[in-house]
T-cell receptor, first 109, second 115 residues
Framework: GQNIDQPTEMTATEGAIVQINCTYQ??????LFWYQQHAGEAPTFLSY??LDGLEEKGRFSSFLSRSKGYSYLLLKELQMKDSASYLC??????????WGAGTKLIIKP | ETGVTQTPRHLVMGMTNKKSLKCEQH?????MYWYKQSAKKPLELMFV???????ENNSVPSRFSPECPNSSHLFLHLHTLQPEDSALYLC??????????????FGPGTRLTVL
């Protein structure tokens, strides 16, 4: 079966750096998405990786290793507003999005 | 209005009620989706429409009935639901149905509680 694994919850301190990991086992691969979802709000797009390597976008970076079935989202200079759930999703060979359960990130002052 | 909108934002209904969820996208997209989001579970894809035709139905119970009258509107009709159907129902749209970098844009969701 297809599977996406990510930690259920993480805690970090304001101003610090946190890395949220995602491992996947899917039938085919056409890219990996990271979405951010604040409580009670819509998921919003953060990043898309289809080639190996690191993509940097401001305070957020996303890394992909296709051979290892692994990605991470790196958040720097954490702010209180970064408290949210972070969803990892993979486009499989049929271009269907397979979703992880999300990682709830708690930022403490 | 911009993006994807959903109404109502909150809905409480009894098991014998009939209600409908509405979704509207203002992005000119050709594909629309209904998802169910339960606590600590992955998003569950329920229905997919492309150019107003249903292309996927992931074994969803018949008490959920989708309708797509045009490419901008999507409805989810609900009847005789069960308490375990309580969840956040998210609507999303994308430029096209398939292809790489096919970002989905989500609405804020309807929080449904079935008593």
């Amino acid at each position: 079966g297809q599977n996406i694994d990510q930690p259920t919850e993480m805690t970090a301190t304001e101003g610090a750096i946190v890395q949220i990991n995602c491992t996947y086992q899917t039938s085919g691969f056409n890219g990996l998405f990271w979405y951010q979802q604040h409580a009670g709000e819509a998921p919003t797009f953060l990043s898309y990786n289809v080639l190996d390597g690191l993509e940097e976008k401001g305070r957020f970076s996303s890394f992909l290793s296709r051979s290892k079935g692994y990605s991470y989202l790196l958040l720097k200079e954490l702010q209180m507003k970064d408290s949210a759930s972070y969803l990892c999703a993979v486009l499989d060979s049929n271009y269907q999005l397979i979703w992880g359960a999300g990682t709830k990130l708690i930022i403490k002052p | 209005e911009t993006g994807v909108t959903q109404t109502p934002r909150h809905l409480v209904m009894g098991m014998t009620n009939k209600k409908s969820l509405k979704c509207e996208q203002h992005l000119g997209h050709n594909a629309m989706y209904w998802y169910k989001q339960s606590a600590k579970k992955p998003l569950e894809l329920m229905f997919v429409y492309s150019l107003e035709e249903r292309v996927e139905n992931n074994s969803v119970p018949s008490r959920f009935s989708p309708e797509c009258p045009n490419s901008s509107h999507l409805f989810l009709h609900l009847h005789t639901l069960q308490p375990e159907d309580s969840a956040l129902y998210l609507c999303a749209s994308s430029q096209r149905l398939a292809g790489a970098y096919n970002e989905q844009f989500f609405g804020p969701g309807t929080r449904l509680t079935v008593l």
